[in-house]
């Protein structure tokens, strides 16, 4: 028998008695076609599998999408929720064919076909490249939001740009972080959908004519075409589907003819270059402001393109330009598509012709904005010159609606011209050595009808600190909307094993309903239950333990509690106090070898932005430790340190499950959320952590003695801060401390080289802004009590049990729908 037969007998055994049978028969002609037109005489290899079998899921996504977008625009004038467009320039989806095999109920037969094929599914899916279109929870967040708009039902677009590199991929050369280019789109991508029809131009640069009655009118220099890509998302339980539509830019003309015929070929391809640039990279920045031009024509091209797409949908489904707001909501992911209003506003007047007061009334129902950090130098601001230069329009847009604003101010707060100069949407130059910006996040919440933080104390500090102007002028804008994460990829998906557990005691339901976790809590003390939660761990740890040998030629031991911090790397997120506990525990293990230690393996994981040498030498030092410890014949199983190479979501999905322990020890105030917390305790770690994002509200949840919670809260970082803080201080008290400290500095990890980290030990006793110093003595008794527990598998086990019965409230599914009741029902408007 041959392979496609093979493939097709499998997969059709029974006759097509119900909906999911055709579906799964459709499927396997797709399947068996897909492969026949890649003809590969010796038998289709996993590659050309995955590929088949994405694009036979592809065709009945295919069909879904139709039948969503129909009953989306029959929705009327009535509606009460309305169609959301969520712009975003990261989405970090990872892989899609395991999540579109669920949600199609095709997995089962799948998995009978690949097994005739003699092939695995599991290693068939882990051919499929990641989509990495991301630097980190700003992106997976805009992903899990996508899986819940489909959940939900809802009428919704996310938007964003087709980057044909993704993150950099990270690469490690003796000990250092090497970056690359990860070329995801080499071998094409089978679940995107060009939509050639959909096609806008986006201009750049030129002047504003007034025209006769002073209307004005933009002359770009230069326009670029934005052209269509859809990805589809699936429901689970449903047939509704959400789009991910992604914008690739492409010159008007694609070559210049008469310098082509002219024999000038640099010349004729020279728009074509410019327009591809806009393409290739996603800033891999999240730490500085990336004050390059590039960026801000990504994000003005994103912007542009998405909103020409959405009112000529509004208007091609009958709606009139003034229900424009109430029936569409456009929502900024960061402020990084906060050119949205301005463009709206030259849309709707310069092109369709409404006047400003209208335009404006439009513009502010439609939009709202979400804020990301609190952290200073990641709030975006744009030289103006980029804008005279750039986006001319646009500026003048901004100018106007900055002048209408401050009068405003002045009316309600006369005189106070300081209030003027701090809440203006142009900062004058005070602060940046004379050089006059916009700033995008004054621009989002002027022009913004809601405003959120992601979890309640981000939403506080957000309204008391960067915020608390404008949250004095416009309280009622001001809200929090907690994080979550999709149960179907972080527990079902990733977790298939813990996930038959929960089946089996509570139940299916919590894919929908996450809430129904809680169930869980009554049954935390059985120990037979804590027992098979165990068993299932120590399989997930037996397969990370695995592709540590694979990735690092290193052993460790799965009876070794896993101790796991993957995350991007960054001071603030504190992977240097993670490793200066692993060398105090490396020094007491060499001084007492012969101590009842409880084993652990330490990993870590996470890119460094390519611009930041602080987090890279953070990286180094990992590997210099780990080479030390690793290699200690004293130290065995009692200690490991694994680095794992270019972490992105599908390595999350494998590490995650596997953890005992997960760190979130951000000093207090810093961490806006946090979502990979909750993934870590939805499967069963639990968490060493700082009173910081949601970790507050996790604890809540499950109950604070179910965390190890540690270290200074926000109230006592300023405090100390205002007093003048001085990190030697806690060095010269703590002796285990200067132990570690001294170590670093005296080269004993450099191969006695103390140059290499000089940089770091001097930052750390000097102005050390992160309060590891301070942190560090409390931060390692708990650790100990981390040992301490983890030597009794009972009491670790009913804890796990509490943690994940206490994670229902952070699916996605509710904070979208916590969205959907503030912000972008038609009922919020009011
Ligand atoms: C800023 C910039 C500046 C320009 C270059 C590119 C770039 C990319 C990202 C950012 C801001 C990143 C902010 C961010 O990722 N925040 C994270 O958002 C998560 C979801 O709300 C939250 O869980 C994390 O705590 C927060 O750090």
């Known amino acids: 028998m041959n392979n496609t037969l093979a493939t097709r007998n499998a997969m059709s055994k029974k006759p097509a008695s119900d909906a999911a049978d ?49 009953a989306d625009a029959a929705r009327g004038e009535a509606a009460a929720v309305r169609r959301v467009h969520y712009l975003s320039m990261e989405f970090l989806m990872g892989r899609a064919l395991a999540n579109a095999l669920a949600a199609l109920q095709l997995d089962a037969p799948l998995r009978a076909a690949l097994l005739a094929q003699g092939q695995s599914l599991s290693d068939v899916l882990e051919r ?13 967040l805009a992903a899990c939001f996508l899986d819940s708009f489909a959940e939900l039902g809802l009428p919704s677009f996310g938007y964003g740009l087709r980057y044909q590199y993704g993150m950099f991929a990270q690469g490690i050369q003796g000990g250092r972080q090497v970056e690359s280019p990860d070329d995801w789109l080499r071998a094409g991508n089978p679940w995107e959908i060009h939509r050639p029809e959909l096609r806008y131009p986006v201009g750049f640069g030129g002047r504003v004519q007034v025209e006769e009655g002073g209307a004005r009118r933009w002359l770009p220099a230069e326009t670029l075409v934005a052209e269509a890509y859809d990805f589809i998302v699936p429901a689970h339980h449903s047939e509704r589907v959400s789009t991910l539509r992604q914008w690739h830019a492409a010159a008007e003309a694609p070559i210049d003819f008469k310098a082509f015929c002219q024999g000038d070929y640099a010349a004729a391809a020279k728009h074509r270059v410019a327009a591809d640039a806009l393409n290739w990279v996603l800033y891999p920045d999240d730490s500085t402001e990336a004050g390059r031009e590039l960026r801000l024509k990504q994000e003005a091209f994103l912007v542009s393109a998405s909103l020409q797409d959405l009112i000529q949908r509004h208007l091609r489904e009958g709606g009139e330009l003034r229900s424009l707001g109430r029936r569409n909501a456009i929502h900024l992911n960061d402020t990084h598509p906060a050119l949205a209003p301005a463009e709206l506003m030259r849309l709707l007047m310069d092109e369709q012709g409404l006047g400003w007061d209208e335009a404006w009334a439009i513009t502010r129902q439609a ?7 609190l952290m200073p130098e990641a709030l975006e601001t744009w030289p103006v ?20 604003f401050l009068a405003e101010v002045r009316q309600r707060f006369p005189g106070d011209e300081g209030l003027i100069a701090r809440v203006s949407l142009i900062d004058e130059g005070g602060a940046y050595g004379g050089e006059r910006r916009v700033r995008m996040a004054a621009l989002s919440i002027v022009a913004s009808h809601r405003v959120n933080g992601v979890a309640a104390l981000h939403s506080e500090l957000m309204v008391q600190t960067i915020f608390a102007d404008y949250a004095r002028l416009f309280p009622e804008r001001f809200h929090n909307v907690t994080n979550g994460v999709t149960p179907r990829r972080w527990l079902q998906q990733a977790n298939p094993a813990l996930s038959a557990l929960i089946d089996a005691r509570i139940g299916r339901g919590w894919r929908q309903d996450l809430g129904q976790l809680a ?21 997930n740890k037996e397969k990370l333990a695995a592709l540590i040998r694979r990735e690092l030629g290193l052993v460790v031991s799965p009876d070794s509690l896993f101790d796991v911090q993957i995350k991007r790397i960054h001071e603030y997120k504190r992977q240097l106090l993670n490793i200066l506990h692993v060398i105090a525990r490396y020094q007491a293990i060499v001084a007492n070898p012969g101590a009842d230690w409880t084993p652990r393996t330490v990993v870590i994981a996470g890119k460094a932005a390519s611009a930041y040498q602080m987090a890279k030498s953070i990286i180094q030092l990992a590997h210099d430790v780990a080479r030390v410890v690793n290699s200690d014949p004293r130290v065995g199983d009692k200690l490991k340190l694994a680095y794992l190479p270019n972490y992105g979501v599908s390595l999350a999905e494998t590490i995650i499950p596997a953890a005992d322990l997960s760190e979130q020890i951000s000093t207090a105030g810093t961490e806006a959320s946090g979502t990979g917390n909750m993934k870590f305790a939805l499967n069963g770690a639990l968490t060493i952590g700082t009173w910081d994002g949601a970790n507050i509200e996790m604890a809540e949840a499950m109950g604070v003695e179910n965390m190890f919670v540690f270290g200074l809260r926000t109230e006592a970082v300023a405090q100390i801060k205002a007093l003048g803080y001085d990190p030697r201080l806690y ?14 500095a005296q080269g004993d990890f450099s191969n006695g080289d103390t140059g290499r980290y000089r940089a770091l030990v001097d930052k750390l006793l000097g102005s050390d802004p992160y309060l ?25 086990a009913e804890r796990a049990l509490r943690n994940i019965g206490g994670m229902g409230w952070f699916s996605s599914d509710r904070t979208i729908a916590e969205y959907v009741d503030r912000v972008w029902s038609v009922q919020s408007l009011r």
Not at 129 to 138: E, F, S, Y
Not at 388 to 402: F, G, M, Q, S, V
Not at 734 to 744: G, H, S, T, Y
Request: with cysteine.
């Open 128 to 140: 499929e490249p990641d989509a990495a279109l991301g630097n980190g929870g700003l992106g997976r």
């Open 519 to 539: 169930q869980l809590k009554p049954l935390a003390a059985d120990v037979g239950l804590g027992r098979e939660l165990q068993a299932v761990k120590r399989a």
């Open 22 to 70: 055709l579906a799964a028969q459709a499927f396997a002609t797709a399947l068996e076609r897909e492969l026949a037109q890649r003809g590969l005489p010796g038998g289709p290899d996993r590659d050309s599998l995955m590929r088949a079998a994405a694009s036979a899921c592809r065709e009945q996504l295919a069909r879904r999408w139709a039948v969503t977008q129909q």
């Open 772 to 796: 590891l110093m301070a942190d560090f003595a409390d931060y390692l008794a708990a650790q100990a009590r981390v040992d301490a527990l983890f030597r009794q598998p009972e009491a670790w």
């Open 385 to 404: 010159r980029m804008f005279e230069a750039l986006l001319p329009r646009h500026l003048d847009i901004i100018y106007e609606i900055n002048h209408r």
């Open 731 to 744: 060095v010269e008290e703590n002796l285990q401390l200067k132990r570690v400290i001294d170590a670093i």
């Open 367 to 373: 939009i709202s904005y979400t804020n990301h950090t």
